[in-house]
């Protein structure tokens, strides 16, 4: 993967946390797991997130490289939101995040 067009930190674990910044960032990536999906399924898919953030992670994301935007040439206008081959590469790190929540952070 190519560098991002923004600086970020020396520390790995810091660029991860730069990349992933905040709690939308990562559910958008999650849902993105899926496979493509449209603004408006991604919204309907996470109850709360403003169209303005929404709109922001997903720029943040294409900008670090971690999916793309395609817009088709079709009426009414289709664009879709799929993670990059690196984005993919994310799966056993949020499979891990969850296994370890699942033990060590029980709901109750």
Request: charged share 30%; glycine share 4%; net charge positive.
């Amino acid at each position: 993967m190519s560098e991002p067009d923004h600086t970020l930190p020396e520390c790995p674990i810091a660029r991860f946390l730069t990349v992933l910044e905040g709690p939308w960032a990562t559910l958008v990536v999650r849902e993105l797991l899926a496979g493509p999906r449209r603004f408006t399924e991604l919204r309907a898919a996470l109850p709360g997130i403003s169209p303005k953030t929404l709109s922001a992670r997903l720029k943040g994301l294409e900008r670090s490289r971690l999916l793309t935007r395609t817009a088709y040439a079709e009426v009414p206008p289709r664009v879709e939101y799929e993670l990059t081959e690196a984005g993919y590469r994310l799966r056993p790190v949020f499979t891990a995040m969850a296994e370890w929540a699942e033990r060590d952070l029980p709901v109750r």
